[in-house]
């Protein structure tokens, strides 16, 4: 870019950079964060002046690390982890990513390979104010996506928005661009964004402070180091550096230059640490608003010895993703062929020296999407452009307190963590003390979601199944992985039980919520990841509840939940158990209390209220075992097999379930079958009494002959419209049974009915709609026969 249209301060602040260079030895690396462009033009600066030291913006309390950074065993992509505490004691995050093409990386590997001293130049994190996600670099980047200067100039070159700009104007020029030509440029477009932004927009958002901290440091080095200084720092600052030192080394007053103010150095005595990072953190598709678009993309790119076969390699990776997915959405060789022509169409057309990033993903669209992106290409193309290379560490490099304490309690256990291997242990909770803390830390790693551990059989305290149980089944393995999931869960505690106990908090249903049965299955996980405080808590915030819960299945989930937790109050190590006891007993009036109110209630609500009867039937018998009065309850049952306003399918549920437990006869039961199944019965009563009646004991269709000769004369009595109108529900009703005794109604019907058994047992593929459209041939057949005479012939 010349100077010519551009505004003057902006001009005037070019010459003073170069008089700056020229004349102090301080060469600046304007630069946008994990830029590939710009990394190749910090590597080709460094290599040319030979420089004294190599400044790097980044908190200065970095300095620490750089051993680690230089050390020929870190490859990218790192992170440098940074926490600090509010006044509250809550923790705050950040990260420092570094990639392959990162220009940081590159400087800070190149000054290693001279032997030449590097540091960080910007201010503390901990007296930046900003939450940790927040980070200069971030901001920077938000000032390009808003920038007005930006935007018109996309516009003009017909680009999207300001990313895409950027690929067009610095990422595709070829390897050989002089980093002059380059750097310029970039200033150029950096200030022009830069200028849309008032000081006091600057001042309020942090820049300008760290920009008078930046400034400090350049100075000192220039007084403590011979020869020149390369300052690598996001092009956003350089206006404001390049300003602030032509006052002081050139003693040059700059007109409208921003007031910096005095640098706040003070020492920081903050924590940091290099971590393995990834490449799908590091995009900023997925949330990371420092990032770039597809690093995958671009580490294809840093990678190849070439520019040209990148894009033809990009698209054979996609291809194998999308193949090896094991779907339909498969891509040919022709349409491989097609988008890389594509590609090149467009790159030819843009102007582009080969294809870049927007014209294969263009390509891509167009000729894999045939209205719509087919699921398994599209996930390719994700994992493709945002890669998925993990970086490493040197061994024993300090980890962060949350992945230390996962990595010693493992040891502490006796998990194997010195492979990536799954390995698979199994685990006898209810005799080894040891198991049961193998188990609360295998749970405490699954929820919390670091794909350690997997559990792949036993009791579920929190579902509420299969307590009897006696062994858990896990499968485990430490992964680089395992450790980059612990790391992001630094930003919610320095702990695994501060970032358990944030994730409930985020979890716990709200203050409003009236289901019981929501509190209850977080006071289950609480238990079971030994939040001891949080089940108390939960607990006092229960009792305040259960009583209140309208909800019939609700308060039977609370109460089941409870009970369960109560009878693995060991296994669990409880600190107050009786707690639990006490609430299921003030549960039991409340269901007793719901229990009467469920008699009455609409036909599509039947089987759900149904199955909260039944449930409630069964904890019943639990509790049989347990010093608790459920005699409130049996009271309800008792009530409701006597009403006569009830539901159909209620009422059969009741009256199956007295029979069961014996609180009614089997004449009892046949006499109210009759009663329902009789002459001039409804039959949609009738069948809606059935369902219930299925659901709530269907081992006892075969058991009581009057019902299966009632069901058999109603079902007979159907006319065909009728019967369709009623097969939903009869197919649910009969599907409850199990295969054996579906064997044997299949050999009473056949026995009634004289047909083949195996033709009766058959099972038949058809769905409704082909009963109802084989329903409408037969009359409309029967209706021909008629009209002509010929209604004998039909066989009925």
């Known amino acids: 870019m010349t100077s010519t249209g551009l505004p003057a301060r902006l001009a005037g602040a070019r010459t003073l950079r170069d008089r700056l260079g020229a004349e102090h030895g301080v060469w600046f690396a304007p630069i946008r ?38 050390d020929p065993a870190t490859r990218p992509p790192v992170a440098v982890l940074s926490v600090r505490h509010d006044a509250g004691g809550n923790p705050t995050s950040t990260f420092f990513p570094l990639a392959d093409f990162s220009p940081e990386w590159v400087a800070l590997r190149e000054a290693a390979a001279r032997g030449i001293p590097a540091a960080f130049i910007d201010r503390p994190w901990a007296d930046d104010n900003d939450d940790g996600d927040d980070t200069g670099a971030l901001r920077s980047e938000r000032y390009y996506a808003q920038s007005q200067a930006l935007a018109a100039l996309a516009r003009a070159e017909h680009c999207r928005d300001h990313d895409e700009l950027w690929e067009h104007l610095f990422e595709l020029r070829g390897p050989e661009t002089p980093w002059r030509e380059l750097f310029d440029d970039v200033f150029a477009w950096s200030a022009m964004a830069r200028l849309d932004y008032e000081p006091q927009v600057l001042a309020s958002e942090g820049s300008l402070p760290r920009e008078a901290v930046m400034v400090h440091h350049v100075r000192r080095w220039r007084e403590q180091v011979d020869g020149p200084l390369v300052v690598v720092t996001g092009a956003f600052h350089t206006l404001a550096l390049v300003e602030a030192l032509a006052t002081h080394l050139l003693g040059v007053t700059v007109p409208g230059a921003d007031d910096l103010g005095e640098a706040v150095t003070e020492s920081h005595d903050q924590p940091a640490w290099l971590i393995r990072y990834d490449l799908t953190r590091l995009n900023a598709l997925t949330g990371y608003g420092a990032g770039i678009r597809a690093p995958g993309f671009y580490q294809h790119q840093w990678d190849a ?3 040209e076969p990148v894009a033809l390699g990009c698209l054979a990776d996609i291809a194998r993703t999308a193949n090896d997915a094991g779907t339909s959405d498969r891509l040919s060789v022709a349409s491989l062929i097609e988008a890389g022509l594509h590609a090149q169409r467009l790159a030819d057309l843009r102007g582009h020296p080969y294809p870049g990033r927007a014209d294969l993903l263009d390509a891509c669209t167009s000729c894999f999407a045939d209205g719509s992106m087919p699921p398994a290409v599209r996930d390719a193309i994700g994992q493709v452009f945002g890669g998925s290379r993990l970086g490493e560490v040197p061994a024993g490099t300090a980890a962060p ?10 040891r502490r256990l006796r998990l194997v963590v010195t492979d990536s291997a799954r390995h698979t242990t199994t685990l006898d909770v209810r005799r080894s003390a040891s198991a049961r803390a193998r188990s609360r830390f295998l749970w405490l790693m699954s929820y919390l979601g670091t794909g350690f551990a997997e559990r792949v059989a036993g009791p579920d305290y929190v579902a509420g199944r299969g307590l009897h149980r006696i062994r858990e089944q896990w499968t485990y393995a430490w992964t680089p992985m395992v450790e980059a999931e612990l790391v992001a869960l630094v930003s919610h505690g320095t702990t695994l039980a501060e970032a358990a106990q944030h994730r409930l908090h985020k979890q716990e249903p709200s203050a409003d ?4 049965a929501a509190v209850a299955a977080t006071i289950a996980q609480a238990a079971l990841l030994g939040l001891a405080d949080e089940v108390v808590r939960l607990t006092t915030r229960l009792d305040h509840m259960v009583e209140q819960d309208p909800g019939l299945a609700s308060v039977l989930g609370t109460t089941s939940r409870l009970l369960g937790l109560w009878r693995s109050r060991e296994l669990l190590d409880l600190a107050e158990p009786q707690r639990l006891l006490a609430l299921v007993a003030r549960a039991l009036p409340q269901l007793a209390y719901l229990l009467d109110g469920s008699a009455t209630v609409a036909a599509e609500d039947e089987p759900e209220v149904v199955g909260a009867v039944v449930g409630t039937y069964d904890l019943l018998r639990q509790l049989g075992d347990d010093d608790l009065s459920a005699q409130v309850v049996h009271d309800a049952f008792a009530r409701l097999r006597e009403r006569s306003d009830i ?7 009741v009256l199956a379930l007295g029979c069961v437990s014996g609180d009614i006869t089997d004449e009892a039961l046949a006499k109210a079958v009759q009663t329902v199944f009789g002459p001039g019965a409804d039959p949609g009563y009738a069948v809606r009494f059935l369902d219930g009646f299925m659901q709530a004991a269907p081992d006892l269709f075969l058991h009581v002959p009057e019902l299966f000769d009632a069901v058999d004369t109603v079902v007979a009595t159907l006319d065909s419209d009728a019967f369709l109108s009623f097969l939903p529900e009869l197919r649910r009703s009969f599907t409850r049974l199990r295969p054996f005794e579906t064997a044997k109604v299949a050999e009473r019907v056949a026995a009634r009915t004289g047909a083949d058994v195996t033709a009766v047992a058959a099972t038949v593929a058809a769905t409704s709609g082909d009963l109802e ?20 012939w039909a066989v009925l």
């Open 33 to 70: 964060h994990h830029s590939p462009a710009c990394a190749r033009g910090v590597m080709a600066l460094v290599r040319e002046v030979d420089p004294g030291a190599v400044l790097v913006e980044g908190p200065s309390h970095y300095d620490q690390l750089l051993s680690a950074l230089s």
């Open 305 to 307: 010895t070439t520019t």
């Open 401 to 410: 307190p949350i992945v230390d304490e996962a990595r010693t309690t493992a």
């Open 513 to 516: 919520e009236r289901s019981s």
């Open 647 to 653: 539901s159909p399918g209620v009422r059969g549920a």
């Open 773 to 792: 459209a084989g329903t409408a041939v037969e009359r409309a057949l029967l209706a021909s026969l008629s009209d002509d005479g010929l209604t004998n």
